[in-house]
Nanobody, 126 residues
Framework: QVQLAESGGGLVQPGGSLRLSCSAS????????MGWFRQAPGKEREFVAV????????YYAESVKGRFTISRDNAKNAVYLQMNSLKTDDTAVYYC???????????????????WGQGTQVTVSE
């Protein structure tokens, strides 16, 4: 049984930083994609970032490009999201996602991912 567990969320002021972590257990995603999605209150879940197989390529939503950095550690079966210059619009529950069959054309589509974490709350507020 594959499980993903996120950590690192919290309350931060605008302009601050947070680092989210996600650890996978019960399976390896060394050959798969690992990413982050988020869902704000009253809004649909949206793609944030994904790191491709073996950490070679990364893709970001336009809204976070230049502020967020995704990385992975295959030895630890983990993925991270460094979030800098946070804005109030970044407030959301952040979900870790993983999938072995994700293809380039579907990496921004949550339906392409097989496994999801429970989510961690990120609140950006004064």
């Amino acid at each position: 049984q594959v499980q993903l567990a996120e950590s690192g969320g919290g309350l931060v002021q605008p302009g601050g930083s947070l680092r989210l972590s996600c650890s996978a257990s019960g399976g390896s995603f060394r050959q798969g994609a690992m990413g982050w999605f988020r869902q704000a209150p009253g809004k649909e879940r949206e793609f944030v970032a994904v790191v491709w197989r073996n950490g070679g390529n990364t893709y970001y939503a336009e809204s976070v490009k230049g502020r967020f950095t995704i990385s992975r550690d295959n030895a630890k079966n983990a993925v991270y999201l460094q979030m800098n210059s946070l804005k109030t619009d970044d407030t959301a529950v952040y979900y870790c996602a993983a999938g072995r069959g994700v293809i380039l054309s579907s990496l921004r589509n949550g339906a392409a991912y097989n496994y999801w974490g429970q989510g961690t709350q990120v609140t950006v507020s004064e």
